[in-house]
C-alpha cells in the first residue's frame, strides 16, 4: 500500500491548500499599497475570527512568542502574578514570567485535570497585576474554565489581567474574549487557521493598553504598543511573514466560504468560525466515543475535554509508543506521544483546523488495525468506528 502522511497534531497541523498557493503568490514587499491592503483587511479578518472589537496585533513569531510578548509588555519586574498550570503550556507561562522577574504564584492542577475556581480564589491576592491561563492544555487535551475565571476576578474588583493563551482554544472552543474580561487573548497560525508555523497574534483588550503606559521590562522587536502603530498604517514595525499573511487571509476567506450560500458565496468568517469551532467538537466526540468503545480511556476529565486534541490512555501495560509507531509505520498518521513525563502514557490526535468528517473516521480506522494487530483486549474491527458513526449522525441532525 502507498502512504499518504497525514498530520493529526494539534500544531502543526494539516494546511489549506488555498493558503498554500496564497503563500506561494506572496510576491510583494511589505512597503507597498499592495500590502497595507492585505496586511489591513487580514488585521481586520482576524478581529473577526477573535471575535472582540479589540485591535488585534500580528507577530513574526510562534506563539510562544506571543506569549512572551504579553508579559514583556504587560509586566514589571517584582509585580506579583498568578500562574495557572497543568501541564507543559501552563509551565511554559512560569519560566516565562520568572525570566522576566515577575513574583510568580502558582496554582497546579495534576496533569490530565484542570484547577477548581475556589484554589484560584485562594491564590487570588491584592497584588495580583496579572492572571495566566491556556483555554485549552494542548499536552493533556483538558480544557480550562476561562469564563468562570473571568468571572471570579471580576466579583473581586481584581485588578489583575487575564491573559490568556487561545492557541489551540481559539478555532475549537467558545471563547467570548469582550464578555468575559479576557485582557490578552493570544494564538498562533499554525493551529486552528491551518496555515505553517511562524505568526502569532494577540488580541488586546484597552486596560491592557493602558497598563503598558505604566510598565517597564525590557521590550523592543515584541514592543506592542510600536506594532499597533504601525498596524493603523497598514504596516508592521519590521519585515512581516508576507507570505503567511497572505495564507491567513485566503484561509479566513476559506473558514468565511463554510458559511456561504448561493445568494453569498464568500459567506461570513463570525458564522463560519462558529462552524470551525462545532467541527472540531465534532470531530473530538467522534473520537472520544471510538477510543471508549475501543475500551481505552481518555486523560481529560468527563465535561472538561478539549475540541483541539483528544488524549488517550493506552491498554494497562502497553506504552503509547506502539500505537504511535504502529500509526507512522504503517499509515504514515503522525500523532503525539506525551510530552515529557507524559510520553510512553498518553497519546493525542488533533481535531484543531483543517480535519474532517473523512480524516477522523480515517484515524479511527487505522488505530483499529493497531489495536487488532497488537491484541488489544475487546478490540474487533469495526468498534470504534461504529461508536465515531453515530456519534457524527447525531451531531449533524
Ligand atoms: C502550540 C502551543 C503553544 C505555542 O507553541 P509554539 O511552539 O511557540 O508555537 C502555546 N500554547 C499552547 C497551548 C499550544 O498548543
Known amino acids: 500500500m502507498i502512504r499518504k502522511t497525514r498530520l493529526f497534531t494539534p500544531g502543526p497541523t494539516p494546511l489549506l491548500p488555498a493558503a498554500q498557493f496564497a503563500m506561494a503568490a506572496a510576491d510583494i514587499h511589505h512597503r507597498t499599497a499592495e500590502f497595507r491592503s492585505l496586511y489591513t483587511r487580514v488585521l481586520s479578518q482576524l478581529k473577526d475570527f477573535v471575535g472582540t472589537t479589540n485591535d488585534v496585533i500580528i507577530l513574526s513569531s510562534s506563539g510562544s512568542g506571543a506569549m512572551e510578548a504579553s508579559v514583556s509588555n504587560l ?20 519560566g516565562i514570567t520568572k525570566a522576566f522577574g515577575c513574583h510568580v504564584d502558582v496554582v497546579s492542577a495534576p496533569y490530565g485535570q484542570t484547577f477548581s475556581i475556589d484554589e484560584v480564589k485562594a491564590a487570588l491576592k491584592l497584588e ?31 485588578e489583575a489581567l487575564l ?15 469582550d464578555a468575559w474580561g479576557i485582557d ?8 486552528a487557521i491551518m496555515i505553517p508555523p511562524g505568526l502569532s497574534y494577540l488580541a488586546i483588550s484597552q486596560r491592557a493598553w493602558d497598563r503598558m ?27 512581516p511573514s508576507v507570505a503567511l499573511i497572505a495564507a491567513m487571509g485566503a484561509a479566513f476567506n476559506y473558514i468565511a466560504a463554510q ?81 515529557g513525563e507524559m510520553k510512553g502514557s ?18 479511527i480506522g487505522a488505530m483499529e488495525q493497531v489495536a487488532v494487530a497488537n491484541k488489544f483486549p475487546g478490540v474487533t474491527f469495526g468498534t470504534g468506528l461504529i461508536a465515531a458513526q453515530k456519534v457524527f449522525a447525531e451531531h449533524t441532525k
Open 75 to 94: 509586566t514589571s519586574p517584582g509585580d506579583r502574578v498568578l500562574v495557572l498550570t497543568a501541564g507543559k503550556f501552563g509551565e511554559r507561562w512560569t
Open 128 to 158: 495580583t497585576r496579572a492572571v495566566f491561563v491556556q483555554a485549552t492544555e494542548s499536552s493533556t487535551g483538558v480544557r480550562h474554565d476561562v469564563q468562570a475565571i473571568g468571572q471570579l476576578l471580576k466579583d473581586e474588583n481584581s
Open 163 to 177: 491573559i490568556v493563551d487561545g492557541i489551540t482554544g481559539l478555532g475549537t472552543t467558545h471563547l467570548d474574549m
Open 184 to 191: 490578552v487573548l493570544i494564538g498562533g497560525s499554525q493551529k
Open 213 to 239: 503606559e505604566a510598565t517597564y521590562n525590557p521590550r523592543y522587536y515584541f514592543d506592542l504598543r510600536k506594532e499597533r502603530k504601525n498596524a493603523a498604517k497598514g504596516e508592521s514595525a519590521y519585515t
Open 259 to 339: 458559511a456561504g450560500t448561493p445568494e453569498n458565496p464568500a459567506g461570513d468568517l463570525k458564522v463560519g468560525r462558529a462552524m470551525l469551532v462545532d467541527n472540531a467538537e465534532t470531530c473530538a466526540a467522534m473520537t472520544r466515543a471510538a477510543a471508549t468503545a475501543m475500551g481505552l480511556k481518555l486523560f481529560a476529565p468527563k465535561g472538561n475535554e478539549a475540541a483541539a486534541a483528544t488524549a488517550i490512555l493506552p491498554p494497562e501495560g502497553v506504552d503509547s509508543g506502539v500505537i504511535v509507531k504502529g500509526l507512522r509505520s504503517k499509515f504514515a498518521i503522525i500523532v503525539t506521544d506525551g510530552q
Open 346 to 363: 498518553l497519546f493525542r490526535i488533533a481535531h484543531i483546523g483543517y480535519f474532517d468528517y473523512m480524516d477522523t473516521i480515517a484515524v
